[in-house]
């Protein structure tokens, strides 16, 4: 004859192990079919990533609206500061040509 106490033992027992054999399932299916992060390492598993917020702090991933953004701007900052060297060298060699005049 068992007494009750040993049943409740075996059942906590058997619960307990149905506990760690769900915590090594979940962790394989993590593991096998999620994201995986390896300290400095990040791997999608070729999985395609979606809804990137905008980055905030230096170490955020971006998405590639905001890249062609970013590169779009630095373009147009190129251009503009190119345009500005360009009225300046007319301007300067107007001056030296005035300079030639007056001597």
């Known amino acids: 004859m068992t007494s009750q106490y040993q049943l409740i033992s075996l059942n906590y027992r058997l619960e307990e192990e149905a506990h760690y054999q769900w915590r090594g399932l979940l962790r394989n299916y993590v593991r096998d079919n999620a994201f995986c992060i390896i300290i400095a390492d990040f791997d999608a598993k070729s999985r395609k990533i ?28 190129l251009n503009e500061i190119e345009r500005k060297i360009a009225v300046l060298q007319n301007n300067v ?10 001597i």
Do not use: G, W
Not at 53 to 70: I, W
Not at 93 to 102: A, G, R, T, Y
């Open 93 to 102: 060699q107007v001056i030296l040509n005035e300079f030639e005049k007056m």
């Open 50 to 77: 979606q809804r990137i917020a905008l980055p905030v702090d230096n170490s955020d991933a971006t998405n590639k609206r905001y890249v062609q953004q970013s590169v779009q701007h630095l373009k147009d900052r």
